[in-house]
């Protein structure tokens, strides 16, 4: 793996739908996030705040999410994102959507 | 959308937020990332507001770009909307000032007016009696102020004398409108009463204009109608209470005989008015019931004076936009009218940009097939129909500033000798702006809607080679004629307003033509009661005037008389009863307009009897009361007997004890226009001064003389002086402007119509116009295969006009029926002029027939023109 990838090489929404899905099990800071992803992904995925945050932000425009403070492991103040009923939806689509692609790209990748 | 704004609202707890949280990140991570928080938070940040911005400004740019490239039809649009816009905002810089807009008064919700009504709901006037009753027995009301205007002689040795509005005015009038003066002290309790030493508060411009301003003017004494009389207080600018108010004086004072108050209960002249202001917590409706117990304990005690006598309390706002002129009304009509202008103004730049909208549909159908939604291209028309608006806006505004200045000079200035209306403010506040922005995108939305969604709705077949986008033409075509019709409609309406108006303007102006009105000028006077207390003291003050004036050289022809034409007050009508009529029973008598006149009166008014003869030297006297009638009396009340020889007699309501004798008619004059504002010509009684039993102390000097105004007015005053010293004149005013005076309704009504219609119609028929000539562009390649075919000139003319007739007709249907249920709304300011009048709706459907022929002819001759084998190339 020469070069990891930068969520801008994703599929567009690729990141919100990782998100989402990680935010499915449980309620999570900005930071856990990003740590579940790398170790889930076994550091492929490495999401800098750069991309990470205007994507939880757009989640939060699209009511997708919740945010809410609280205290974090080492008892600091995080802010805490937790799913809300729209975005349990959104997710349900969204994997359907994503497999769906998947199985173009790799249709496309096995004919071509 | 709504999260959006959400988040402008907490923007700075939002972004310190963020900020935490990714500090919170940065000191968790290990491995450090390069580059800095703040960029991080921007990103993050920029996700809320930034795309939004970016489309909306895109789409404002591209608007922009667009109504640049196509400036015919922008300055089109713009000049429509601006006419449009700046008449309804000036229309509603007036209705604002009379409607919505506080008196400049303390809390004047809580003041009312009262007016005491007969069985029969006609107004009388107040009875300074009942006033003092009120005052006593009213729990409900925490003040109660009776006012009477007069007109007040001021004289004093340093100054010459002159003639002010005054009030005979409860003490604690200015503590109920909360107003106190500026300079001195207001009433007390003991300066209302009878005996009390003579006290007077004087206004703002009286101080400035009569005494420069000096302080010292507290304390002086000035002759008040001959009273010596101390000025103790003056009131602050703009303060004129209750109307143009310019000298109070405590009514106490000069209560009974030989002053004008009269406190006799069963007086109530209409000039006496009474106000009262809510006790706290009180509703109008419980202050009324309480008036109306009593109001009928004193007609129990008081029977012969106050028996079916009832009150009614009104706002008080009535008292000062509801009265003779019902300049709210007048106002609200013409709002009315102007949004009729407006809309037309937004038919028109819809139809405008429905005929862009073919043009358009290739670059709709490219948009939407790279992904743009139908939402998304909506709000790109959108943004460019409120940025029209709002140009638009700008301009239309503009525009009402200077409407607002020249309609509000030529209402002030019908104010005639006293100062301008205090109530009176038609400055712009923060109502009329937001008026003006709910209006610009409310236009917007009306002239932008349907071509919208007719564009949105557009296929993607005009992609295909050679399309035409067919049926989106058709579409299109449907919703032109609906506009066109109505916009049409909407004209007839307001042209048919137009000629009503001008119509009454007309018979208005006629019935002055009577009069000879070149070099005639006129003087009122008022003289005071102390000195002329009797009836034969005023007649021998008007017989010495008379007389002097009568051989002053300067003047070609002079007389006196008790009123001017068009100037005649109601206090002037008598009832009628004619010698060998019974009365009809429950009927109130006829009233007439009553003057008593010096010699030489119809040859200085210029005027030949119709019949019989003018009064002689003899005339007047006990046992030979003589009368002359005018033409309209005749015809009234003796249209198949000679009313010459017949004998009347004339009551006058005011004073009922005064004598009545019988006067023989002797001649009858022409008609000429007696009352305020009248609108029909009204029986007129003249009878010789010599002859008036019982004389007002008012009368007014008419003469004749070329020359300089000012030379001519103080050679009458100088006369005057000569007779009473300490008398001024007033309301000096030529025969002209008494004209133009009696004359502003309709002429101010007829020309703003008139202004408007003029408007509409040119909408109208530049958008017919429009629309035809961009049916005939559209139709070249059709009208080439047509004239291949052998179609002549004509019958391709035909077909371009064919459908405006069509909505001509449809127009003119639904315009007229309008037309009259308007009529029907302005009939209070028609005269002579019935509101379905056949003659100005016949003209008005003439004057549209042949400008809307014209408008679509024009165009469409060029299609008869058209060479086929060019057309057929035409693409």
Avoid at chain 1, 45 to 54: A, D, K, W
Avoid at chain 2, 612 to 632: K, L, Y
Avoid at chain 2, 668 to 681: D, E, L, N, R, W
Wanted: charged share 20%.
């Amino acid at each position: 793996m020469g070069r990891i990838p930068e969520p801008s090489d994703l599929l567009p929404g690729t990141l919100e739908l990782l998100i989402l899905k990680t935010l499915a099990r449980d309620e999570m800071h900005g930071y856990g996030i990003a740590q579940r992803l790398r170790e889930v992904s076994e550091d492929v995925l490495q999401v800098g705040e750069s991309s990470l945050y205007p994507a939880l932000q757009r989640l939060l425009l699209k009511g997708w999410v919740k945010a809410e403070w609280g205290a974090s492991e080492n008892n600091r103040r995080a802010r805490y994102y937790k799913l809300t009923a729209a975005g349990r939806k959104q997710l349900a689509v969204e994997r359907d959507e994503f497999d769906r692609l998947i199985m173009a790209i790799h249709k496309v990748l096995n004919t071509a | 959308m709504l999260r959006r704004v959400w988040y402008l609202l907490n923007k700075r707890q939002l972004e310190a937020d963020l900020a935490e949280e990714i500090e919170f990140h940065r000191s968790m991570t290990t491995a450090r990332e390069f580059g800095s928080a703040a960029l991080a938070r921007n990103q993050a940040r920029d996700v809320w507001i930034w795309p939004w911005l970016q489309d909306i400004a895109q789409d404002v740019r591209f608007a922009v770009r667009l109504l640049v490239k196509d400036r015919r039809f922008t300055l089109a649009a713009v000049v429509a909307l601006a006419l449009g816009i700046g008449a309804n905002t000036t229309a509603f810089t007036f209705v604002n000032g009379a409607l919505l807009r506080d008196l400049p008064l303390a809390n004047p919700d809580r003041l009312v007016g009262i007016r005491t009504i007969d069985t029969r709901g006609r107004p009388l006037g107040v009875s300074y009696a009942d006033v003092r009753d009120w005052r006593a027995a009213a729990r409900t009301l925490s003040h109660v102020v009776v006012s009477l205007e007069f007109a007040i002689n001021v004289a004093e040795d340093s100054l010459p004398a002159q003639r002010y509005n005054g009030s005979f005015i409860s003490f604690d009038a200015f503590n109920m409108v909360g107003r106190a003066p500026i300079l001195g002290r207001a009433f007390l309790p003991d300066d209302d009463r009878a005996g009390a030493p003579r006290v007077a508060i004087i206004a703002h411009t009286m101080w400035q204009n009569r005494y420069g301003g000096d302080p010292s003017v507290i304390g002086r004494t000035v002759r008040v109608n001959d009273v010596p009389t101390t000025i103790i207080g003056v009131m602050p600018a703009e303060f004129h209470f209750p109307w143009g108010t310019e000298v109070w004086v405590p009514v106490g004072q000069t209560a009974g005989p030989p002053n004008t108050m009269d406190a006799r209960r069963g007086n109530r002249t209409v000039i006496t008015v009474a106000f009262a202001r809510l006790a706290d917590g009180v509703t109008r409706a419980q202050a009324q019931a309480e008036m109306d117990a009593i109001t009928s304990r004193l007609a129990r005690d008081f029977p012969a004076t106050n028996e079916g006598i009832s009150v009614a309390l009104d706002p008080i706002e009535n008292a000062y936009w509801g009265g003779e002129f019902g300049l709210r009304q007048m106002f609200l009509v013409v709002m009315g009218a102007v949004a009729f202008v407006l809309l037309i103004a937004c038919v028109n730049v819809a139809n405008l940009l429905l005929a862009r909208a073919v043009h358009r549909s290739r670059e709709i159908a490219i948009r939407s097939s790279l992904g743009a939604t139908r939402g998304r291209i909506v709000r790109q028309l959108f943004v460019e129909s409120v940025l029209l608006a709002a140009i638009a806006g700008s301009v239309g505004f503009v525009l009402s500033v200077y409407g607002v200045k020249a309609f509000a000079s030529a209402l002030v200035r019908v104010a005639v000798g006293g100062p301008p209306p205090f109530w009176m403010n038609f400055s712009m506040d923060g109502r009329v702006y937001a008026f003006l922005a709910v209006v610009c995108l409310a236009t917007s939305i009306l002239f932008g809607l349907a071509p919208a969604l007719h564009i949105s709705k557009t296929n993607n077949d005009v992609l295909k080679d050679g399309g035409r986008g067919g049926s989106s033409g058709i579409r299109a075509r449907r919703w032109t004629g609906a506009l066109m019709v109505s916009q049409l409609a909407l004209t007839v309406v307001l042209l048919a307003g137009a000629g009503l108006m001008l119509r009454s303007f007309l018979a208005v102006y006629q019935a002055g033509r009577v009069l000879d009105s070149s070099d005639m000028i006129t003087m009122r006077l008022a003289l005071s009661a102390q000195k002329y207390a009797q009836p034969a003291q005023i007649k021998q003050f008007f017989r010495q005037l008379d007389e002097r004036l009568a051989a002053e050289r300067a003047f070609s022809a002079v007389t006196v008389a008790s009123d001017v034409p068009m100037m005649t007050l109601t206090n002037s009508l008598r009832q009628l009863t004619i010698d060998g009529r019974a009365p009809v029973p429950n009927e109130n008598p006829p009233t007439v307009a009553y003057l008593y006149i010096g010699p030489r009166y119809f040859e200085t008014m210029r005027l030949r009897l119709i019949r019989g003869r003018e009064f002689t030297e003899h005339d007047g006297a006990p046992g030979r009361e003589a009368a002359i009638v005018n033409h309209r009396f005749a015809s009234m009340f003796f249209p198949d007997a000679d009313p010459i020889g017949q004998r009347i007699r004339l009551a006058n309501a005011a004073a009922p004890t005064a004598p009545q004798p019988w006067f023989t008619i002797v001649g009858i004059a022409p008609t000429v226009p007696q009352m305020v504002f009248s609108k029909a010509p009204e029986p007129v009684v003249y009878v010789s001064l010599r002859g008036e039993p019982n004389p007002h102390r008012f009368a007014s000097i008419i003469a004749r003389a070329e020359g300089d105004r000012a030379a001519i007015v103080s050679r009458l005053r100088e006369e005057v002086r000569k007779v009473d010293p300490d008398l001024p004149g007033y309301y000096v005013l030529t025969m002209d402007e008494l004209l133009a005076i009696s004359r502003w309704p309709q002429r101010i009504f007829a020309s703003v119509f008139a202004l408007l219609a003029f408007i509409a119609l040119l909408l109208a028929s530049v958008g017919l116009y429009a629309v035809t000539a961009h049916g005939v562009t559209q139709r070249t390649q059709e009208i080439g295969i047509r004239v291949a075919l052998g179609a002549r000139s004509p019958q391709v003319v035909w077909l371009f006009v064919r459908r405006t007739f069509v909505q001509l007709l449809l127009g003119l249907a639904v315009g007229l029926a309008g037309a009259i249920a308007v009529g029907r709304l302005l009939t209070q300011y028609l005269v002579r002029t019935a509101p379905a009048d056949p003659v100005a709706l016949g003209l008005v459907s003439a004057l549209l027939i042949v400008v809307a022929t014209t408008a679509s002819v024009w165009p469409a001759r060029r299609a008869a023109r058209v060479d086929p084998v060019v057309a057929l190339r035409y693409e």
